[in-house]
């Protein structure tokens, strides 16, 4: 059985050529949409997943716009809105030391370098320099943003799905 990842989500089509506005939540956009890139789409109105591949990419504003190859207007992608871009998991390549996957530290517990727990990291943001990643605090209440960053994680072991941080101040 093969696992599945998500990469995005489709919110709309963008001007009458093909182009379609995605909300990337992948790893590396560079790579998963690369001319040639194989993707599936999932879809609550589809029977099963419908592959694709990635023609064009290009940023705009904080979306990534795809074309996929044999999809050329409007009226062919519209029926993609709503949803999900998929990798499969033979996809992803080895990683370098002290890289990880989005949903390798997803889900992961996070401590301090004394001990207190602060929660589990739910969704990671890739909102320009470094990644941020969101934890849902223990103690409830709001959601604690920690920068990825060597200065606050010292530690992400996988295997145990635990992050242990340098509270920096201000940071909480």
């Keep these: 059985m093969t696992n599945w990842f998500k990469v995005g ?5 963008h001007g009458i050529r093909g182009e379609l506005r995605i909300i990337s939540t992948t790893d590396f956009e560079e790579e998963r949409y690369a001319p040639g890139s194989e993707l599936y789409i999932e879809h609550p109105d589809f029977r099963e997943m419908l592959p694709v591949i990635v023609e064009s990419h290009r940023k705009h504003k904080n979306f990534d716009l795809l074309i996929f190859k044999g999809y050329t207007n ?49 969704e990671v943001l890739s909102p320009g320099a470094n990644d941020v990643w969101v934890i849902q605090s223990k103690a409830g209440g709001k959601d604690i943003l920690i920068p990825y960053i060597d200065d606050v994680v010292k530690e992400v072991n996988v295997a145990e799905k635990k992050v242990t941080i340098e509270l920096l101040e201000g940071l909480i």
């Design 9 to 13: 989500k489709i919110v709309n089509t």
């Design 74 to 122: 409007i009226s062919q992608v519209e029926k993609f809105k709503g949803g999900t871009l998929k990798v499969s998991e033979d996809a992803l390549g080895e990683l370098d030391e002290g890289e990880f996957y989005y949903h390798e530290v997803i889900g992961c517990q996070v401590y301090t370098n004394d001990g207190m727990e602060l929660g589990k990291i739910k």
